[in-house]
């Protein structure tokens, strides 16, 4: 009885696990049995890989078929174990030899003609399969550029069934991924383009240096879209490894770019008001997939017109931005995306939202109905809130004094520097992602410069959150003021940008 190998990879969220494919040939009648708790789209695979042995011209066994998929007990999503399953069959038939099936990693979906197709999650797969200590993978002919981006495994593109047999017999040599030209720089909107704002555009340079969340309220067209727009543009690149992390799930959700998948600059995801739940955070059936939280990871997630969101979809994001990941349960497994990024909220003041308040026609009970939308406990992890005054004659024709995103860029970038040589021997990348026990321990700033934050939590103004976000604020006030440590004009600066509220 005939039995033969190969190996694919599984993933569960942005992580990959290494799926062992079995191929046992029998006797009896001709059919095929898969096991190994595959979903719906992988029991399609019987098909698929029948039609596409025999369309490639190899020999499809005669008798019973019988395909594991190991660990059994670990839910299979999806088709890209097609070509580790064609594989398994034809060394199991005899047509090709298994030797080169050992220490290589197959992932691809078969057309029935035996084209091998683009799979999602080739990065993943292909870091897993590094860790795990394979040596070879082969992966869609389309997908090389993708999966050039992995280090210390041999790659390899098949665009065809018979191309890969003809590998496993050494009749072929697979193309290799050619040298990667270097990606073009995607434009970024520049800050000098925003009119006037002098106060936003500052919450916005300290936002950038320090990583902190913003709410900006204003009447329409005043600029809150512009400034949330070019924040981008003013955030630090990413390193090697936030590329490949947000690289990875950017390719769990299948919008990579086929020319230059690798991520380098900070995400901008501006999701409609109308978008539920599972996409803001995540879900659907089986295993859940990466939501707007976790496409933007490592960027900027921008709500437009936040109070026109489902109260729900705000509320789930309190987890979220305290622990910078997200969890999800679903039937076949709890799945964990990634999910530290930098919220920008945009809210009108009123429903009618004049140019002007003194044209308001909504009485008070609609206007704070309005923003009550957005509840206490999510404007208490918001670090950063302001308010923004309309535009006048004058400071729309005062052009000449508006700063480039290059120039704000270089200070922002000096300031995080600092703080990675204070946080480096902890781990911390920003200032936003210091605990507040470490701020008031390890860190902790003398009496007189913390006696506003005494007082404002004496009357009940802010919550012991609402400190340890102060303090944060007032770190990198003092990174941006080239300061060793925060002060009592720091600390005040940053009580005063959470107890600003629209003009």
């Not at 995607?186 to 950038?208: I, K, N, S, T």
């Not at 955030?235 to 950017?250: G, K, R």
């Not at 997200?326 to 039937?331: F, G, P």
């Amino acid at each position: 009885m005939p039995i033969a190998k190969a190996w694919s990879a599984a993933l569960l969220g942005i992580d990959g696990r290494i799926i062992e494919i079995e191929a046992d040939l029998g006797g009896g009648l001709s059919r095929v049995t898969l096991v190994g708790l595959p979903d719906a789209g992988l029991r399609e695979a019987k098909d698929r890989v029948r039609s596409a042995i025999r369309n490639s011209g190899q020999p499809w066994p005669d008798g019973k078929v019988t395909l594991g998929l190991s660990p059994a007990n670990l839910p299979k999503v999806g088709s890209a174990y097609d070509l580790g399953i064609a594989a398994a069959i034809l060394a199991a038939t005899g047509a090709v030899p298994a030797t080169r099936l050992l220490g290589t990693v197959l992932l691809g979906e078969l057309a029935l003609d035996g084209r091998i197709r683009p799979v999602r999650g080739i990065l993943p797969g292909l870091l897993a399969a590094r860790s795990a200590g394979y040596k070879r993978a082969v992966v869609p002919q389309d997908s090389l550029v993708e999966a050039a981006l992995v280090d210390g495994i041999e790659v390899a593109g098949a665009p065809h069934l018979r191309d890969l047999a003809a590998w496993l017999k050494g009749e072929l040599d697979l193309p290799k991924p050619a040298p990667a030209a270097p990606a073009p720089a995607p434009e970024v909107p520049d800050l000098a383009d925003v009119v006037g704002q002098p106060e936003a555009r500052w919450a916005l340079e300290v936002a950038a240096a320090g990583g902190h969340h913003v709410l900006l309220t204003g009447p329409p067209g005043v600029g809150k879209t512009m400034l949330a727009k070019r924040l981008p543009g003013l955030l630090p690149p990413l390193s090697p490894d936030e590329s490949l992390e947000v690289t990875a799930v950017h390719s769990v959700d299948g919008s990579l770019s086929k020319s230059s998948p690798l991520v380098t600059v900070p995400p901008f995801v501006a999701p409609h008001h109308s978008i539920s739940i599972a996409a803001l955070i995540g879900g659907g059936s089986g295993i859940a997939m990466p939501g707007a939280i976790s496409r933007a990871h490592r960027g900027v997630l921008f709500l437009d017109e936040v109070c026109e969101f489902g109260g729900q979809c705000l509320e789930s994001l309190r987890t979220v931005l305290e622990e910078g990941e997200v969890r999800i349960a679903r039937v076949k497994g709890a799945i964990t995306y990634p999910a530290r990024f930098q919220l920008v909220l945009a809210a009108n003041p009123c429903p009618c939202a004049p140019p002007k308040d003194a044209d308001c026609v909504c009485s008070p009970t609609a206007r704070r109905r309005y923003l009550g939308r957005l509840s206490g406990p999510l404007l208490d992890r918001v670090d950063l809130r302001v308010g923004l005054r309309p535009l006048t004659a004058i400071s729309a024709h005062d052009l000449g004094r508006a700063e480039s995103s290059e120039t704000v860029r270089a200070r922002v970038l000096q300031a995080r520097e600092r703080a990675v040589q204070r946080w480096s021997e902890y781990g911390w990348r920003s200032n936003s992602e210091v605990p507040g026990p470490a701020l008031r321990r390890k860190f902790t700033l003398p009496p007189n410069a913390t006696q506003l934050l005494d007082r404002a939590m004496d009357r009940g103004a802010l919550s012991g959150r609402g400190a340890d976000r102060c303090l944060r604020i007032a770190w990198t006030l003092a990174d941006l003021d080239g300061e060793q440590r925060p002060g009592a004009d720091q600390v005040g600066s940053a009580l005063a940008f959470r107890e600003r509220v629209a003009a």
